[in-house]
């Protein structure tokens, strides 16, 4: 396939499918694994949350920057106004935004970070291939549009199996976000969105937040309340030590634990995880809460999940997918875990499932951590 006239920019994929659009981001060349994301809005929180690093989003939805970006709408660290995808695919990229919120267009904003943005895709018949051939390694480019150079430089990229991105992508030290009189949680950052951080705030906890591979025998000495395993990118198994640490902490302290946190205390139980053909990438994922019959939709973001043949006796599983029977939760009642692999805090998305977030809570309080026993 050669490039229509007014082509500047291409994505290939690693089994040989070009694409070729119109850049709107950065210039330059970057490599990832593509996914589809079917959310209709919401496009800078999905664009900033830390668990797309190493990853090209493609959008679903045709039309993506109607209402531009702005400072508040960051994902990303509180001490950070990052986009974390490698790159983005669109159909088209709105040139005049239409907001009272907007501070500028979105591809200003891209370039201005270095994200490299292409339009003017079939995103439709990417989503499609991607649904038949699985998340492929990719290559987006504005530098280079040789097919035969393209297709080799995907080839070439890292997929996210064996890959520890969250060391890279969370705190490097420990902070605190916000005080309060509820007792003090600690959340393990693995790539911790700002709604985790602000939904517990808002609960009237102290927030306080440790790199990923801080020991649990240094956690549980601040004497926290509750502990929550944050989202993040990557293969769960690569995160050094992170399952040990959760071990550790599972029946000392109630947790709470989403996306990558479900994830890494799957594995802490004893259990496997293993990759999707194609994660879970939207806001609009429909999720059965196994006791209660309660259908909830949900905001999605992962590619790996949770093998239910491999849980222990005494965890069961709270949560499926109703689009593919995935899990998408886990409870142990002896060990006071709440585990969800989709994004109760949404941002973007509904807000069916914040309920989990008053479950943790109560469990700070009617089951307090051993150490203050």
Known sequence: MKPWTAANA???????????????????TRTGEVVFNTAMTGYQEIYSDPSYSGQIVCLTYPLVGNYGANDDDFESRVD???????????????ERPSSWRAQGRLG???????VVGISEI???????????????????STEDLDEGRLVERARAASGLEGKDLASLVGAGAPWTFAEGERGRVTVYDYGAKRGILRELAVRGFAVDIVPAHTPAEEVLATRP???VLSNGPGD??????????????????????????????????????????FGHHGANHPVLEVATGRIGVTSQNHGFVVEESTLPGGVVVSHRSLNDGAVEGIACERLALVSVQYHPEASPGPHD????????????????AALHR
């Open 10 to 28: 291409a994505l290939a994929l690693e089994d040989g499918r070009i694409f070729y659009g119109r850049s709107f981001g950065a210039p330059g």
């Open 80 to 94: 950070s106004r990052a986009f974390h995808a490698e790159a983005v695919v669109v159909r088209e990229h709105c």
């Open 108 to 114: 200003d904003w891209l370039e201005e970070r270095g």
């Open 122 to 140: 079939d995103t439709r018949a990417l989503t499609r291939h991607i649904r038949s051939a699985g998340e492929l390694r990719a290559v987006v």
């Open 225 to 227: 309340v509750g502990v």
């Open 236 to 277: 769960p198994a690569a995160v050094p030590g992170a399952g040990e640490n959760v071990a550790k902490l599972l029946g000392n302290v109630p947790v709470l634990a989403i996306c990558l946190g479900h994830q890494i205390a799957g594995l802490a139980l004893g259990a496997k995880t293993k990759k999707l053909k």
């Open 353 to 368: 499932s914040a309920y989990l977030f008053d479950r943790f809570a109560d469990l700070t309080e009617t089951r307090p």
